[in-house]
C-alpha cells in the first residue's frame, strides 16, 4: 500500500494543494471511511491501487469541492484523478485570459467542447464548476453518454449548461459534432494513447506494479478505462494528427483548438503539421504534478485582428 502522495507543482488556482483532507471528505461521504488505514508513519491514507477507493476518493472529491449531489460511473470505466485533471482547466482558463490583459473569460458565455467527455464527464464539470462555462461533450460509447446524462440529470444546477452530443462516425472528431454558425471559445482533450489493446495491457501492468511494487497479468487497474478511452489505431500521434486535419474545417468557429499530448516525442510531429496547416498561433503549455510531467498542445488560425473581434464581441 503507498502512502497518500502529495500533491506539488500543481496550478495556483487548483484547489488540491497538499494532503487530500481526507476526514473533511468522509463528512462528505461517509462511505469513504471504509477505505481508509492509519499508515507506518502515523498519518491517515487509502490504497491508491484498490479501484474501489479510488472511486470513493473522487466521489468524495466532487461532491465536496465541485458543488456536486451525485456522482458514478459504470464498472470498468476511466476513473479520473481530480487534482490533474483540475490542472487543465486551470490552465485552459489562463489560456483563454492571455489575449484580455490576464482577466479569465467566465461565464455562460463562453462555451468549451470536450472530445470524448466519457462516461465520468469530468472535463465540463470542473468547467462549469470552477469558471461557470457552458460545456458540450462529444462521446461515440452508448453507455458512457448514459451515465454523463444521468450525472447531469441528478444534478439539477448542471442542467442547461452542459450536454451531450453523440458522435456516429467514429472516423470524425469534429465533424458532426460542431454544427453550422456555432461558436466554441476552446476544445479540450484527452486522447487515448496506446496503439493497442496489448499496449494498454501492458501499461496497465506498469501502473500496478508501481502502486503495489506487486505484478498482474490480469491487472484491475485503479483508474480502469475502456477500449476506446485507453488506444485507438497509431496510438495517440494518429488521434491528433486527425484533429489537426479536421480544425482546418472549423478554423473560424473556435479560437483554441487544444489537447493533451502524453509523450512528448509526439510534439515534434505535431508541431511540424500545425506549421504545414498554417496556423497563427501554436503553444505547449507544460503542467507537472509531483515527479508527473505532463503537457497540452494549442493552436489558433485566427489573426490578431480576429482575436480582437472574439474577444470584443463574445467576451466583453
Same mark, same amino acid.
Given at each position: 500500500?503507498?502512502?497518500?502522495?502529495?500533491?506539488?507543482?500543481?496550478?495556483?488556482?487548483? !484547489?488540491?494543494?497538499?494532503?487530500?483532507?481526507?476526514?473533511a471528505l468522509?463528512?462528505?461521504?461517509?462511505?469513504?471511511?471504509s477505505?481508509l488505514?492509519?499508515?507506518?508513519?502515523?498519518?491517515?491514507?487509502?490504497?491508491?491501487?484498490n479501484?474501489?477507493?479510488?472511486?470513493?476518493?473522487?466521489?468524495a !472529491?466532487?461532491?465536496h469541492?465541485?458543488?456536486?449531489q451525485?456522482w458514478?460511473?459504470?464498472?470498468?470505466?476511466?476513473? /479520473?484523478p481530480? /487534482?490533474?485533471?483540475?490542472?487543465?482547466?486551470?490552465?485552459?482558463?489562463?489560456?483563454?485570459?492571455?489575449?484580455?490583459?490576464?482577466?479569465? /473569460?467566465?461565464?455562460?458565455?463562453i462555451?468549451?467542447?470536450?472530445?470524448g467527455t466519457?462516461?465520468?464527464?469530468?472535463?465540463?464539470i470542473?468547467?462549469?464548476?470552477c469558471?461557470?462555462?457552458?460545456?458540450?461533450?462529444?462521446?461515440?460509447n452508448?453507455?458512457a453518454?448514459?451515465?454523463?446524462?444521468?450525472?447531469?440529470?441528478?444534478?439539477?444546477?448542471?442542467?442547461?449548461?452542459?450536454?451531450?452530443?453523440?458522435q456516429s462516425n467514429?472516423?470524425?472528431?469534429?465533424?458532426?459534432?460542431?454544427?453550422?454558425?456555432?461558436?466554441?471559445d476552446m476544445?479540450?482533450?484527452n486522447?487515448p494513447?496506446?496503439?493497442?489493446?496489448l499496449?494498454?495491457?501492458?501499461?496497465?501492468?506498469?501502473?500496478?506494479?508501481?502502486?503495489?511494487?506487486?505484478a498482474?497479468e490480469? /491487472?484491475?487497474l485503479?483508474f480502469?478505462g475502456?477500449a476506446?478511452e485507453l488506444?485507438?489505431e497509431g496510438?495517440e500521434?494518429?488521434?491528433?494528427?486527425?484533429?489537426?486535419?479536421?480544425?482546418?474545417?472549423?478554423?473560424?468557429?473556435?479560437?483554441?483548438?487544444?489537447?493533451?499530448i502524453s509523450?512528448?516525442?509526439? !510534439?515534434?510531429?505535431?508541431?511540424?503539421?500545425?506549421?504545414?496547416?498554417?496556423v497563427?498561433i501554436q503553444?505547449?503549455?507544460e503542467?507537472?504534478?509531483?515527479?508527473?510531467?505532463?503537457?497540452?498542445?494549442?493552436?489558433t488560425?485566427?489573426?490578431?485582428?480576429?482575436?480582437?473581434?472574439?474577444?470584443?464581441?463574445?467576451?466583453?
Open positions: 500500500m503507498k502512502n497518500q502522495p502529495s500533491k506539488i507543482d500543481l496550478h495556483p488556482r487548483n !484547489l488540491h494543494q497538499g494532503r487530500y483532507d481526507l476526514e468522509v463528512q462528505r461521504l461517509p462511505g469513504l471511511s477505505f488505514f492509519t499508515n507506518e508513519y502515523g498519518n491517515l491514507t487509502l490504497d491508491f491501487s479501484p474501489n477507493a479510488v472511486k470513493a476518493l473522487n466521489q !472529491l466532487l461532491l469541492y465541485y458543488h456536486l451525485f458514478d460511473i459504470p464498472d470498468g470505466f476511466l476513473c /479520473p481530480i /487534482p490533474g485533471r483540475s490542472d487543465y482547466i486551470h490552465y485552459l482558463a489562463d489560456l483563454l485570459g492571455e489575449g484580455i490583459s490576464g482577466k479569465i /473569460p467566465s461565464g455562460p458565455k462555451t468549451v467542447l470536450d472530445i466519457g462516461a465520468n464527464l469530468i472535463y465540463p470542473l468547467g462549469n464548476a469558471y461557470g462555462w457552458n460545456c458540450v461533450g462529444s462521446e461515440l452508448p453507455l453518454i448514459s451515465s454523463a446524462e444521468r450525472i447531469i440529470s441528478e444534478n439539477r444546477h448542471l442542467s442547461g449548461k452542459i450536454t451531450i452530443r453523440k467514429p472516423a470524425h472528431i469534429f465533424s458532426g459534432i460542431i454544427q453550422s454558425g456555432e461558436f466554441f476544445t479540450l482533450c486522447p494513447f496506446h496503439e493497442s489493446a499496449a494498454a495491457l501492458e501499461g496497465s501492468k506498469r501502473k500496478v506494479k508501481n502502486l503495489t511494487g506487486k498482474s490480469k /491487472p484491475d485503479n480502469g475502456q476506446a488506444w485507438t496510438g500521434l494518429a488521434f491528433v494528427r486527425k484533429m489537426i486535419q479536421e480544425s482546418l474545417n472549423f478554423k473560424s468557429q473556435v479560437f483554441w483548438f487544444t489537447s493533451l509523450k512528448s516525442e509526439n !510534439l515534434k510531429p505535431l508541431q511540424h503539421q500545425l506549421e504545414n496547416a498554417g497563427e503553444k505547449v503549455i503542467m507537472a504534478q509531483g515527479n508527473k510531467k505532463s503537457r497540452f498542445l494549442a493552436w488560425f485566427l489573426n490578431s485582428k480576429q482575436q480582437d473581434a472574439w474577444n470584443k464581441y463574445r467576451w466583453a
